[in-house]
């Protein structure tokens, strides 16, 4: 059983890094963000409560994140253990978590300011299936169309300059402080954001006791489920 926590700026590529982890070690990918995703695009009461929020790149307060995540692990699907996306991000989070689950290891990519906005700025979404795309590192195959299901590829509602800033902001003075205390803990494993995707997947197997070789140029990317 292997229970990680994937952390870093937004357009670090983390979504990316947790999915390759999962698929090859049979972990579930739980991508907070993800989940608030999916129940605004099927307009439920929770999607109609978050959708504000989201878009102003704003965090959603903490009862309502600290229930969805109680909610999808106590589903126990996990048999092999989970890689967590996007959870937690401040220091009320990071306590509840900590308190109530072990982790085994928490995965920290870097990535200057400079790069996460432009990668943001670049990043595309199938609005049918999920399925994310990059256009520095991970175009489709053609322009605008998703690879997997033909959908009409999109920009998320908060990859706004403004919304950029925020979450930015939200990362540096809210969640890399609770990166210093994980620390102290000896729980963090720091891995650089900056080379192409395969590279960053083998250095955080390296660094995590994983074996490197699983790592295959050609791994199939997954649409988002309802998680
Ligand atoms: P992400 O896909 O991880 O960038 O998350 C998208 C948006 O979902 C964030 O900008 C927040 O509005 C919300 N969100 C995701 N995870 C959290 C969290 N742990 N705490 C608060 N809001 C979150």
């Not at 590529?13 to 999916?38: C, E, N, P, Y």
């Not at 509840?96 to 689950?101: I, K, R």
Request: glycine share 8%; charged share 30%; proline share 5%.
């Amino acid at each position: 059983m292997r229970k990680y926590i994937i952390m870093g700026p937004q357009g670090s590529g983390k979504g990316t890094q947790a999915k390759m982890l999962a698929k090859d070690f049979d972990l579930v990918h739980i991508s907070v963000g993800d989940i608030f995703r999916w129940h605004v695009q099927n307009r439920t009461k929770l999607g109609t409560k978050v959708q504000r929020y989201m878009k102003e790149g704003r965090l959603v307060p903490d009862e309502m994140v600290a229930d969805v995540v109680k909610t999808r692990l106590d589903i126990h699907d996990w048999r092999h253990g989970f890689v967590l996306d996007g959870f937690p991000r401040n220091g009320a989070q990071a306590e509840f978590f900590l308190e109530n689950y072990d982790i085994d290891a928490v995965i920290a990519i870097e990535l200057p300011e400079d790069a996460a906005i432009a990668r943001m700025q670049s990043r595309r979404l199938c609005s049918s299936c999920g399925l994310d795309y990059n256009l520095i590192q991970l175009r489709p195959q053609v322009a605008e169309v998703c690879d997997n299901c033909g959908g009409r590829l999109v920009t998320r509602p908060d990859d706004t300059p403004e919304a950029i800033r925020a979450r930015l902001r939200d990362y540096r003075e809210k969640t890399q402080p609770i990166l210093d205390l994980l620390r102290e803990k000896e729980l963090i494993v720091t891995v650089d954001g900056t080379p192409g995707p395969d590279i960053v997947q083998a250095e955080m197997r390296r660094r995590l006791g994983l074996a490197a070789e699983m790592v295959e140029e050609s791994a199939e990317r997954q649409p988002v489920g309802a998680a």
